[in-house]
């Protein structure tokens, strides 16, 4: 009986909770959808100004989450390339490992035209795509000689087609990348050039680069070029209305252009155009917006006007991350066409304001049934973290229960001294029991009588190989489609590792995958129970 006042009370206050939510979620549509409507038709100038700066914004958002999708797999890629080649002694030399290595990347990254390893020695290995082939240069004077290259061809099974050696007057030591590589550190071990022209393909670009140094003192420089013609034009087709222009352009105010372009600037249209600040061959707007950025010295992130023949434009510049600082972005938009966007759709627009009162009342209603169950739980299911120390005393104090439940270990027989599969069963068995009833919170590392073990006796290596350990369990007897339902927390108390697993009532049903069978358990008081197909069917028909 004690149980069951208190359930009731959740339940009532859950419902005046749920009333009250949606009545204010209803107040706030109509109060910020009459605003709206209130600033709309006496305050045309402004509503203007914010739908400009509304567009800019999203643009820039869009623009800088699409750059993000281009480059962090790249600087992931650079970063995890650097530790390997380290490891493995990689020298521009070692040109069959190199290409088996960088040969996967280059296919699964095409963004990153060339990888280039060089060493403080001069000595440098350029290895990129010629067609359905490969192509690389060595250079090495202890090898070939002063300004001598030796240039491969290979194919896609790292077969060397033919070889040949050129004259060069190529530096690697001259080039931007490298010179940008030796001011790499243990703050910033990737950095990124500002863009430029790459010299064997000709083509507008930034170059990612890392440093380390070997035992005998040799620095070496692991460079990813990567080409901008096709960012730029990955984000020239950025579009959040018809009128808005999106574009390249690097710290130094050079506008890259993507292929194809009709402008007659430095570069090809072939290969994509660097425009030089200055260049007064074209009168096309994007440079106007740079040129006038540039004149005023304006800073990042500001919303400027220019005018060109009688019309106003807005623009902002703007970087794009932290981690390629080098390269920046820009929106235009035209004031005069948004003026008339407004004026000429505002019968859509208050059509439109119609629709999402009903949308916003329609999810609010749904949200508020889906999630109300979720929300009843959160006290039995989770812990604050504010103070882990006395939480998990408060837990130990409450004892076993349909929401909490204790285990020894993770993997280890404590009686037998062995790893058991049974082990690792009767707490799977618990989590799959929470998910279908009404959530909980298992400790591992603690036993029956609340004695706080540690999971010291599961002689994992560190806190990787639990978590990997874990992961591999959820995904072959439970799914890693309910992971989103558990949570793993790894803390210490009493100078011992405890696991907290909290796991929150699935939205499906859940079975323990062990052997051949399919198991249902759901929890009864403080322990997990099986349940016959006939009564899973029953429960299931009767919860979701």
Not at 238 to 267: C, M
Not at 358 to 371: D, E, G, P, R, S
Not at 400 to 413: I, V
Not at 498 to 524: G, M, Q, W
């Amino acid at each position: 009986m004690s149980h069951t006042a208190p359930l009731k009370n959740i339940m009532s206050s859950s419902a005046s909770v749920r009333k009250r939510l949606t009545r204010d979620l209803i107040l706030l549509v109509l109060l910020l959808i009459s605003v709206f409507l209130t600033f709309s038709f006496f305050y045309a100038e402004k509503i203007q100004d914010d739908i400009t700066q509304a567009i800019i914004r999203s643009a820039k958002n869009t623009v800088i989450a699409e750059n993000q999708r281009i480059f962090a797999p790249i600087s992931n890629n650079l970063s995890l390339s650097r530790k390997w080649a380290e490891l493995e002694a990689l020298t521009p030399d070692k040109q069959d490992t190199f290409n088996k290595r960088f040969i996967p990347i280059l296919e699964t990254l095409p963004q990153i035209s060339a990888v280039i390893l060089a060493t403080s020695e001069g000595d440098e290995y350029f290895f990129s795509r010629q067609g359905d082939n490969w192509l690389s240069r060595h250079i090495s004077s202890s090898q070939y000689g002063k300004k001598q290259a030796l240039w491969q061809q290979w194919n896609g099974n790292n077969k060397s087609l033919k070889k040949w050696q050129e004259k060069t007057d190529y530096m690697p030591k001259q080039r931007p990348w490298y010179k940008l590589a030796l001011t790499t550190n243990n703050e910033t071990p990737i950095k990124w050039t500002t863009p430029y022209t790459f010299y064997t393909q000709q083509t507008p670009g930034v170059t990612g680069v890392t440093r380390w140094k070997n035992d005998e003192g040799v620095s070496f420089i692991l460079a990813f070029d990567v080409t901008l013609s096709d960012v730029a034009k990955a984000l020239s087709e950025i579009k959040i209305s018809k009128y808005d222009i999106t574009f390249l352009v690097g710290s130094n105010g050079q506008v890259i252009l993507p292929p194809g372009n009709k402008h007659i600037v430095e570069g090809s249209s072939a290969k994509g155009s660097l425009y030089i600040p200055g260049d007064t061959q074209s009168n096309y707007v994007i440079f106007d917006s740079v040129n006038n950025w540039l004149k005023h010295q304006s800073k990042l992130d500001q919303t400027r006007s220019f005018s060109r023949q009688g019309k106003l434009w807005w623009y902002k510049i703007f970087a794009l991350g932290n981690d390629y600082n080098s390269i920046y972005a820009g929106v235009i938009v035209p004031e005069k066409d948004l003026l008339d966007i407004f004026s000429d759709n505002i019968s859509f627009i208050i059509m439109g304001i119609g629709i999402l009162i009903v949308i916003a009342l329609t999810m609010a209603n749904f949200l508020v049934k889906k999630y109300a169950h979720q929300l009843k739980d959160v006290p039995k299911t989770s812990i604050t973290g504010n103070d882990f120390t006395n939480e998990i005393y408060k837990l130990l104090r409450l004892g076993e229960s349909e929401t909490l439940e204790f285990k020894s270990t993770m993997r280890k027989n404590l009686k037998s001294g062995k790893h058991g599969k049974e082990i690792e069963i009767a707490w799977l068995k618990g989590l799959v029991g929470f998910m279908n009833t009404k959530g909980g919170i298992l400790l591992i590392g603690v036993d029956d009588d609340t004695n706080i073990l540690g999971i010291e006796a599961d002689e994992f290596e560190n806190e990787d190989k639990i978590l990997l350990h874990f992961k591999n369990l959820l995904n072959q007897h439970i799914g890693l489609e309910f992971s989103n339902f558990i949570n793993l927390i790894i803390n210490q108390i009493e100078g011992k590792t405890i696991l907290v697993i909290e796991c929150e009532r699935a939205d499906r049903p859940t079975f323990l995958h062990n052997k051949n069978n399919e198991d249902f358990y759901i929890r009864s008081g403080p322990a997990s129970v099986q349940l016959s197909i006939s009564k899973v069917l029953k429960y299931v028909q009767n919860r979701y």
